[in-house]
């Protein structure tokens, strides 16, 4: 096909266009249902997605929350006892005593 024939067709396409333009209006409107459509399900499922992130991050916070509520409170313990033995007993003598069978006690249960 020469430069003239060719140049000579796209005459031709662009005479047909232009005196019926609706030819293009179907696929300008197919493309742009696509994009739209294509755009929209990216768009949700980004969405989707970081909101179960979200929801994991959540998750994961209370439930460290509540290991460090818990270990806090396994460390407060012995703190507590020894206090209240102390407020008792303030006598260093009685105080290993009754620390050794404390410690026993706790440990049992």
């Given at each position: 096909?020469?430069t ?44 989707r ?32 006892t ?28």
């Amino acid at each position: 096909m020469s430069t003239g024939s060719a140049w000579a067709s796209t005459q031709v396409r662009l005479r047909l266009l232009a005196s019926h333009p609706l030819i293009l209006v179907g696929p300008i409107l197919l493309l742009a249902a696509l994009l739209g459509v294509g755009l929209w399900g990216v768009i949700e499922g980004a969405n989707r997605e970081a909101g179960r992130q979200h929801a994991r991050a959540l998750t994961d916070a209370r439930e460290a929350c509540n290991n460090l509520l818990h270990h806090l409170g396994a460390l407060l313990l012995p703190t507590a006892t020894l206090g209240t033995m102390i407020t008792l007993h303030p006598t260093k003598e009685d105080l290993h005593v009754i620390w050794a069978r404390a410690a026993v006690d706790a440990l049992d249960q």
